[in-house]
């Protein structure tokens, strides 16, 4: 069974940055496109970002593009998620797991969903 795990999260100033890493073990998700989502108190989950599986190509949530970047490393099982310029906007629970293909245009998968960790800023 695949886990997902991230790491990274925590409190920062305005302005600042921070990066989030997402390991998975127990099994690949290589054929897998990955998300990051987050969920603020009281409002809808929502997928910052997503990597493809196979060309790497990239989607980010209009509220973070240009200021938030997405990573994966097949060989390591690893995604991170750097986070720059962050504002109070960005306070949430964070959060990875795949998609249920290997595009981003699939919808996210019911398993693999790691904890999620906070990020307040």
């Known amino acids: 069974q695949v886990q997902l795990v991230e790491s990274g999260g925590g409190l920062v100033q305005p302005g600042g940055a921070l990066r989030l890493a997402c390991q998975a073990s127990?099994?690949?998700?290589?054929?897998?496109?990955m998300g990051w989502f987050r969920q603020a108190p009281g409002k809808e989950r929502e997928r910052v970002s997503c990597?493809?599986?196979?060309?790497?190509?990239?989607k980010y949530a209009a509220s973070v593009k240009g200021r938030f970047a997405v990573s994966r490393d097949k060989a390591q099982n690893t995604m991170a998620l750097q986070m720059n310029s962050l504002t109070p906007a960005a306070t949430a629970l964070y959060s990875c797991?795949?998609?249920?293909?290997?595009?981003?245009?699939?919808?996210?998968?019911?398993w693999g969903q790691g904890p999620p960790v906070p990020v307040s800023s």
């Open positions: 990597i493809s599986a196979t060309d790497g190509s990239i």
């Open positions: 797991a795949p998609h249920s293909r290997s595009s981003c245009d699939g919808e996210p998968a019911s």
């Open positions: 127990g099994g690949s998700v290589d054929g897998y496109a």
